[in-house]
């Protein structure tokens, strides 16, 4: 009897990892990892200026080394595997010409940041995002935002496309369209060549690019005109339909079958969104909060059309029919930092150390060093006595992104002294990126979503007991985590094994690969009330914050 694998190619920050699946039972057969080359020499970004771009080789390379890699390591037949689903960040997008090949992989422009992919947590486009809020508040037609939380970001599709046709006339000129990072894959790796018909991601268009069918698909065009005539023409190029993850664009072309040890009858899906894998890896359902955290956080809810209605939740990052679970909300909400914030902190004390020379210490010992410092300040900030007197901090740090996003605030800190320690500065930062969350939750639940379950995953949930435990205290609510280390490739394994007709809907999926939860963080009772005190002490310094930056 011939068993059926699935393979899960889930695309990070800072790498790309596959997982390759047994569709019956969810079990891990092989993983790998790849880390950009570019991206982790710093090419093609300024964080000064809040710009992040990656070049798609990074993206490819990975994808065949993961790939090839976890098959041999497997030993398993080409033939037996039966899809492929590929998630990614985003919003992440990068200009294509009129053939459907990306800039950034033309001579002209193989280092121009401007043609390459505009990561999520590129900030540059704040203006842009400006721009668009208060056209879409006072043009006089529909809120093409009001799907989107009623605030665009930054940080989104739209705003980032308007950037950079204003800052580079070349660029604005050779770019036919544009594609997330989640739709060119699957158009790479199927060879599809025909930009018209290739299906695009729902949760990628609905979530970051104004599309929503109650208004024939993206934003009208008398409103692109009054931002730029160039989206108009865009917007000719991009695409009306949009397609949930359990479908598939596609087979494997020769080419890539090759290339990853594969086999032309393998299926690609509809790409998606790695928060969104994620909450299907982490088997969500109805009422169920699944907070991916790693650098940043997204937070996704599902949601029964017949409860929520014609309802829109104020200050999210959208909702979008079937962009999670098919027949399902999904609604998105997030921090732009979250483990990004305690790094920050890191990189602030090891400062001295990176810039010594190394005939002082070598670079191994100040990468150990590095290495152990988040764990140690960890233990030190465990041991520290909680006090409503004590430093408060803001998690702005890479600006907000939920609820209400505004990438222009900056984070802050309050209470200290001369007594202060780096510990408690550690926890002041802990505690400040729980409060975030904290308001996350309250938003959906002010707004009639009801949350009844947290789940966590990512690097933090799984790695910092201090972290998740001050989270359940801070929420006042128990957090479980998820079995899998890899929740989005296991998710995007998920998709990909009901898009090859394994199962017969992405629930039943869930329920037949599903790895279950290793642990539960419940809330102290010793110090709720100190923490619900604290809580009211990062929201005045949040409203004291924000109001100062208003008046700049």
């Not at 093409?144 to 980032?160: I, L, P």
């Not at 996704?300 to 014609?310: E, L, R, T, W």
């Not at 005939?359 to 006595?385: C, F, H, Y």
């Not at 939860?517 to 929201?539: H, W």
């Amino acid at each position: 009897m011939t068993t059926n694998y699935v393979i899960g190619l889930d695309y990070g920050t800072d790498s790309v990892r596959s997982l390759l699946v047994q569709a019956s039972n969810g079990k891990v057969i092989s993983s790998k990892v790849h880390w950009y080359r570019r991206w982790n020499q710093g090419l093609y970004c300024d964080p000064a200026a809040s710009q992040f771009r990656q070049h798609l080789l990074d993206h490819l390379e990975g994808a065949e080394e993961v790939i090839r890699g976890a098959m041999s390591d497997s030993k398993i037949r080409p033939e037996e595997v039966k899809g492929i689903c590929i998630d990614t960040t985003g919003s992440s997008p990068l200009p294509i010409d009129i053939k459907g090949q990306p800039l950034c992989m033309k001579p002209q422009f193989s280092d121009e940041p401007n043609a390459m992919m505009v990561l999520w947590k590129d900030h540059s486009a704040i203006e842009e995002a400006a721009e668009i809020n208060e056209l879409a508040a006072n043009w006089g037609g529909e809120d093409f935002t009001r799907y989107e939380g009623g605030v665009y970001s930054s940080e989104w599709f739209w705003a980032k496309i308007l950037h950079i046709i204003r800052k580079d006339p070349k660029v604005k000129k050779e770019a036919f369209s544009w594609m997330e990072h989640c739709d060119i894959m699957p158009y790479i790796l199927t060879g599809s060549g025909d930009l018209t018909s290739f299906k695009r991601s729902r949760c990628a268009a609905g979530h970051k690019a104004m599309w929503h069918q109650s208004w024939g698909g993206l934003p009208d065009d008398h409103f692109l005109a009054l931002l730029d005539p160039y989206l108009v023409r865009l917007k000719k190029n991009l695409y009306q339909e949009t397609y949930t993850s359990d479908q598939i664009a596609g087979h494997l072309c020769k080419t890539w079958a090759d290339k990853l040890g594969l086999t032309t009858e393998t299926v690609v899906t509809v790409g998606t969104f790695d928060a969104h894998a994620g909450a299907v890896g982490a088997q969500v359902e109805e009422n169920t909060l699944v907070r991916v955290m790693g650098t940043s956080t997204c937070d996704i809810v599902v949601s029964n059309p017949h409860i929520i209605g014609d309802k829109t939740v104020k200050g999210i990052c959208g909702q979008v029919d079937g962009s999670v679970i098919p027949g399902m909300i999904g609604l998105e909400a997030g921090q732009s930092a979250f483990g990004d914030v305690l790094a920050w902190f890191r990189d602030v004390l090891s400062w001295p150390i990176d810039h010594l020379s190394e005939q002082t210490i070598t670079r191994e010992s100040k990468d150990k060093i590095k290495q152990q410092m988040i764990a140690g300040l960890s233990s030190q900030a465990e041991k520290v006595p909680l006090s409503e007197s004590a430093p408060i901090a803001l998690d702005w740090i890479n600006g907000r992104r939920t609820p209400d996003a505004n990438q222009a605030l900056k984070a802050a800190i309050s209470n200290l002294t001369l007594g202060t320690k780096a510990p408690e500065i550690f926890r002041a930062l802990v505690e400040s990126i729980c409060f975030g969350s904290k308001r996350i939750v309250e938003r959906f639940i002010n707004e009639g979503v009801e949350i009844r379950t947290v789940v966590g995953i990512g690097g933090v949930a799984k790695k910092s007991p201090f972290v998740m435990q001050t989270l359940a205290n801070v929420l006042n609510m128990p957090i479980k985590v998820a079995v899998s280390d890899q929740a989005p490739a296991l998710g995007a394994a998920m998709y990909a094994a009901t898009a090859a007709g394994i199962y017969s809907n992405v629930n039943l999926a869930i329920k037949g690969m599903g790895q279950g939860f290793e642990r539960t963080y419940y809330p102290d009772p010793k110090v709720i009330e100190t923490y619900s005190q604290l809580y009211q002490n990062y929201l005045e310094l949040g409203n004291f914050a924000e109001n100062s930056n208003n008046k700049k």
